[in-house]
């Protein structure tokens, strides 16, 4: 099977830096997305790592160690905007499917950014 | 461009009864997913179109079931609903090259009583 780890919540000061885990088992690994959903909203694509390192988009960066099957969200520069929850998702290929791969989403964390 | 567009965004339906749920995807978008989300489980995958075929499943029940269209468009059908199909479903397209990249709707929040 498969499973993501990452926190349930976590509370930042604005304009500071947080960063948000994902530990991650599973077969026929692929890739980590991240997605930000905000209270009633649609989840928003954030970022995607098929290789190891270092993506770095505006405030947010995402990493990604596929021996350590791990990868976190860093987001600078804190915004009130920013409070939302955060989900990891593992790009992975589906031996149940039609040879093809599915997207399976982590529980969230949800960011809460204090003045 | 038009973002993904679901229907009907609101629905209480009795328990046993079914439904059906409607998404278009953005244009030129041809694989459709389809996501139940719940407070205790989180995002949970229900199964995904491409070119009007089912190319994964989830661990869902049969009672949830779905199609897709030549124009992309999908629907997704709930039969013999229990109060534990209470959810918002959400839909999510994306290109062929980009399938990491999903665009969400804005979701159906079903609610069984």
């Known amino acids: 099977g498969q499973s993501l780890e990452q926190p349930s919540e976590v509370t930042a000061v604005e304009g500071a830096i947080v960063q948000i885990n994902c530990t991650y088992q599973?077969?026929?690994?692929?890739?980590l997305s991240w997605y930000q959903q905000h209270d009633g909203g649609a989840p928003t694509f954030l970022s995607y790592?098929?290789?190891?390192g270092l993506e770095e988009t505006g405030r947010f960066s995402s990493f990604l160690s596929r021996s350590d099957s791990y990868g976190y969200l860093l987001l600078q520069e804190l915004q009130m905007k920013d409070s939302a929850s955060y989900f990891c998702?593992?790009?992975?290929?589906?031996?149940?499917?039609?040879?093809?791969?599915?997207?399976?989403f982590g529980k969230g964390t949800k960011l809460s950014v204090i003045p | 461009k038009a973002g993904v567009t679901q229907t009907p965004r609101y629905l209480i339906k009795t328990r046993g009864q079914q439904v059906t749920l409607s998404c278009s995807p953005i244009?030129?978008?041809?694989?459709v997913s389809w996501y139940q989300q719940t407070p205790g489980q989180g995002l949970q995958f229900l199964f995904e179109?491409?070119?009007?075929?089912?190319?994964n499943k989830g661990n869902f029940p049969g009672r949830f079931s779905g199609r897709q269209f030549s124009n992309s468009r999908s629907e997704m059908n709930v039969s013999t609903l229990e109060l534990g199909d209470s959810a918002l479903y959400l839909c999510?397209?994306?290109?062929?090259?980009?399938?990491?990249?999903?665009?969400f709707g804005p979701g159906t929040r079903l609610t069984v009583t």
């Open positions: 599973t077969s026929g690994f692929y890739g």
């Open positions: 179109y491409f070119s009007e075929t089912q190319r």
């Open positions: 244009s030129g978008h041809r694989s």
């Open positions: 998702a593992v790009r992975s290929f589906s031996y149940s499917g039609a040879g093809s791969y599915q997207l399976t």
């Open positions: 790592n098929a290789l190891d």
């Open positions: 999510a397209s994306s290109l062929v090259d980009t399938p990491w990249e999903q665009y």
